[in-house]
């Protein structure tokens, strides 16, 4: 059975706010026919965007296990079997960006034929139906378990957001992350930092702690699996048990438990633990901009989950639509990457202290082939950029093109850009555009554009990387913690001036 996931004009807007093509979910054929599927879980179907689709996390259907929630945590992807597809985004599989309309229009007829095709094939069925109580049976929107098998995602599909490092570094980490997996799953890893890539500016011979940030599906579980096989890598914290080590990860800071200064395998590492949930509703909307602006940046991926490659690749988009906005008409790759790199960097305290003040450039002089290789692709799905000889690009900065581009902005970024404009012209005394066109149209094309984005994202960034350093203390205890800050202060020492 097909479900149309794209058949209102809103989600269609919606859909197309964020540069994707089209969203389906393919069901596995069931016996319950629709229009029972319809009587035990509304008469309306459930329809989302791929965004929103992306957004909700997995779960486990109790009613249908008779296993413990260990068992029933290790067998989710069996029980669902679900599959996932979506059509290519943009020009290749590898990025998305949509200009036109005609495509939804089509996209929408083609839905409202399925739908009623379905319907007509259902209601055909429905006489044969049993009057016994049905178990519940899980609603495959809803419930969106995305499989591990990145064969359900368009051949190809983010394949700009892997970036190749030596063979030797790549085993050195897989190692750690499969000793880690082997005990405690863990549905998608990356690997960052001066440990894995190199930072101009540094000291190449001395080898610093290498960083990891885990996305898992249930953080309680996953720390309860974790203090059992490795209490060694908590703070005292972790005596309280995985129910308070879970609740300090979620609801301080910006949603991240890091654990600091652990040997795994011979080597010094520090890693981080995020729910699915918190990593991809970042990358999509940017609520702390603190693991969505890594992922800005070259990382390195060691687990990959379908979810999350689709969700980076449409903050890879939207970081690229903000620095659009904020350069010239003609502009460097360079200048572009440092744009970007230096996004979730706006506001964040760590800059002042302890910190390399040439950071961002340094990271992007270092690795400027691996900002080609994650930015390339976007940049060849994107009508509005031309690629020039020598390095330079050249955007359409024309009224009708920015306003698009502004348009598609992160939902809290853009809020914040127009009421910072709507204070600015209420001090000048000026009236504010009512009709929601025009005043697009005006924020994009105004001259202190640039000055309210980096207003905006500082205030973003400031208070979860405040609040997440102050958190650092109690997971990883006062004396990592102090450890942790004079090695910081020693890279700061140590830099090129």
């Known amino acids: 059975?097909?479900?149309?996931?794209?058949s209102t004009p809103g989600a269609i807007a919606r859909c197309q706010q964020q540069g994707l093509r089209l969203a389906v979910a393919w069901i596995p054929k069931d016996p319950l026919t629709l229009s029972d599927y319809n009587n035990t879980h509304g008469s309306t179907t459930s329809r989302r965007t791929l965004t929103h689709l992306a957004q909700y996390s997995t779960r486990i259907d109790t009613a249908q296990s008779s296993h413990g929630a260990q068992s029933s945590s290790h067998s989710?992807?069996?029980?669902?079997?679900?599959?996932?597809?979506?059509?290519?985004?943009?020009g290749n599989a590898s990025a998305a960006a949509v200009e036109t309309n005609d495509e939804y229009s089509n996209t929408t007829s083609t839905s409202t034929s399925n739908r009623s095709d379905n319907s007509s094939h259902g209601a055909g069925k429905a006489s044969f139906s049993t009057s016994s109580v049905r178990q519940r049976r899980p609603n495959y929107i809803r419930d969106f378990e995305v499989p591990p098998d990145m064969s359900r995602l368009p051949p190809k599909f983010g394949d700009n957001q892997h970036i190749d490092i030596d063979n030797e570094t790549w085993q050195r980490l897989k190692s750690v992350v499969d000793?880690?997996?082997?005990?405690?799953?863990?549905?998608?890893?990356f690997a960052y930092g001066s440990g894995v890539f190199s930072q101009k500016g540094y000291d190449g011979k001395k080898k610093p702690m290498i960083d990891f940030v885990f996305a898992v599906s249930h953080p309680q579980?996953?720390?309860s699996l974790n203090l059992q096989a490795n209490p060694h890598h908590y703070s005292m914290l972790g005596k309280l048990g995985s129910k308070a080590v879970a609740m300090t990860q979620e609801r301080f800071g910006a949603g991240v438990y890091f654990n600091p200064f652990v040997e795994v395998n011979g080597m010094m590492i520090k890693y981080g633990v995020v729910s699915i949930d918190t990593l991809c509703n970042d990358l999509l909307n940017w609520e702390t901009m603190y693991l969505s602006g890594r992922l800005h940046k070259p990382v390195k991926i060691l687990i990959d989950d379908p979810r999350t490659r689709l969700s980076n690749q449409v903050n890879l988009f939207n970081a690229t639509r903000v620095s659009l906005l904020s350069l010239p008409k003609k502009f460097t790759s360079e200048e572009l990457f440092t744009k970007i790199a230096g996004l979730s960097y706006t506001g964040d305290f760590r800059m002042s202290i302890g910190e390399n003040p040439h950071k961002v450039q340094n990271i992007v002089k270092a690795q400027l082939a691996h900002f080609h290789r994650l930015y390339d692709p976007l940049l060849g799905n994107l009508s509005n950029v031309t690629t020039?000889?020598?390095g330079f690009l050249e955007q359409d900065d024309s009224p009708l093109v920015r306003s698009r581009t502004f348009q598609k902005l992160p939902p809290k970024l853009k809020q914040g850009v127009l009421y910072r404009y709507h204070s600015a012209l209420s001090k000048a005394g000026v009236e504010i555009v009512k009709e929601e066109g025009q005043e697009i149209q005006s924020v994009a094309t105004a001259p202190d554009l640039e000055k309210y984005l980096d207003k905006t994202i500082h205030s973003i960034v400031q208070i979860p990387a405040l609040s997440q350093s102050i958190k650092g203390i109690a997971t990883a205890g006062v004396i990592k913690t102090g450890k942790y800050g004079v090695q910081k202060l020693g890279k700061w020492w140590s830099r090129d001036k």
Do not use: C, F, N
Not at 179 to 189: E, M
């Open 179 to 189: 000793t880690i997996h082997h005990k405690a799953p863990i549905r998608y890893a």
């Open 388 to 390: 020039l000889r020598e």
């Open 221 to 223: 579980h996953w720390h």
């Open 76 to 90: 989710a992807t069996d029980q669902r079997r679900l599959l996932s597809s979506t059509s290519a985004l943009g």
């Open 1 to 6: 059975m097909l479900i149309p996931l794209l």
